[in-house]
């Protein structure tokens, strides 16, 4: 097997390609990894065809083809490592949270930013067990794509936490109120013994 294109061009041009399609992405915004559509699949599938020459050249081997995707592993596995530790990084290369809902009510010039429509907002607010966008405190698009909503308090459910939580208010109450009562029932039996004690001294 002989690589037909130097090994060094082959990796600079994986890499470089790798490059392009980052900021290609982070061009695109949000609302190309936030749901896949029928013309997203289409883009997809051009793209891996448009690039695939510029990754590999001429070279059709299979140790060409290995190194092209080693490349990539090895790219993709520290950049990945280096927007774990350098937050400046991550905030540039992948963007920051966009509120899209607040108050139940959708934030419109977001949503037309992002091109996302009312219904994909409402199919995500019934799956997360909303009824409706009125019962969202907020929403927002993180930025690998992912639609983060979080149900106003009265529209949440109870967890097991919370019903220990109560249980144990409860509890508190009830022995508080047992307390007073006992205190009020003695006070109340040491009056009239007192009262008995001074009518026989005089």
Known sequence: MTVQIPIVEKIVRTV???AMIVVLFRLSGKRGLAGVNTFDVVVIFLL?????NAVIGPDNSFLGGAIGALTLVVVNAALTRWLARDPRAARLLEGTPTVIVAKGKLKH???RRLALRPSEIEQ???LQNGDAISDIAEGRLEPDGHL????KTDQ???THGDIEALRTRLASIE???QTLT???THGRADGRTDGRTGGTGS
């Open 175 to 177: 022995n508080l109120l």
């Open 148 to 151: 983060v909503l979080s149900l």
């Open 48 to 52: 891996s065809n448009v690039v695939q």
């Open 182 to 184: 006992d205190r009020r």
């Open 109 to 111: 010039r977001a949503l």
């Open 16 to 18: 470089a390609v790798y």
């Open 156 to 158: 949440q459910t109870a």
């Open 124 to 126: 995500v607010v019934r």
